[in-house]
Protein backbone atom coordinates (compact mmCIF):
# COMPACT_ATOMS: atom_id res chain seq x y z
CA UNK A 1 0.00 0.00 0.00
CA UNK A 2 3.04 2.24 0.81
CA UNK A 3 4.32 1.69 -2.50
CA UNK A 4 0.68 2.58 -4.42
CA UNK A 5 0.12 5.86 -2.12
CA UNK A 6 3.77 7.03 -3.62
CA UNK A 7 2.17 6.48 -6.87
CA UNK A 8 3.74 3.53 -8.07
CA UNK A 9 2.33 0.77 -10.19
CA UNK A 10 2.74 -2.11 -8.24
CA UNK A 11 3.61 -6.12 -9.34
CA UNK A 12 3.28 -8.82 -6.25
CA UNK A 13 2.82 -12.43 -6.84
CA UNK A 14 2.10 -14.43 -3.39
CA UNK A 15 -1.04 -15.60 -1.97
CA UNK A 16 -2.64 -12.84 -3.84
CA UNK A 17 -1.31 -11.80 -7.43
CA UNK A 18 -1.22 -8.71 -8.22
CA UNK A 19 -0.47 -7.18 -11.78
CA UNK A 20 0.06 -3.56 -12.49
CA UNK A 21 -2.11 -2.17 -9.60
CA UNK A 22 -2.48 1.48 -9.36
CA UNK A 23 -4.10 3.98 -7.45
CA UNK A 24 -6.78 6.50 -9.52
CA UNK A 25 -7.28 8.81 -6.92
CA UNK A 26 -5.39 9.15 -3.79
CA UNK A 27 -5.93 10.47 -0.25
CA UNK A 28 -4.31 13.90 0.28
CA UNK A 29 -2.41 11.92 3.08
CA UNK A 30 -2.45 8.50 3.56
CA UNK A 31 -4.64 6.81 6.21
CA UNK A 32 -2.74 5.09 9.06
CA UNK A 33 -3.78 1.48 9.59
CA UNK A 34 -3.45 -0.80 12.71
CA UNK A 35 -4.68 -4.47 13.40
CA UNK A 36 -6.09 -4.59 16.85
CA UNK A 37 -6.13 -7.91 18.64
CA UNK A 38 -7.81 -6.44 22.03
CA UNK A 39 -10.37 -3.48 23.08
CA UNK A 40 -7.34 -2.33 24.80
CA UNK A 41 -5.47 -2.08 21.44
CA UNK A 42 -8.05 -0.80 19.74
CA UNK A 43 -8.17 2.41 21.82
CA UNK A 44 -4.55 2.89 21.75
CA UNK A 45 -4.99 3.10 17.59
CA UNK A 46 -7.77 5.27 18.39
CA UNK A 47 -5.77 8.01 19.60
Not at 5 to 31: F, I, K
Request: glycine share 8%.
Amino acid sequence: MCRLWDGEVVTHHGRVDVEQATLYSQPETPPLIGAALSEETAAWLGE
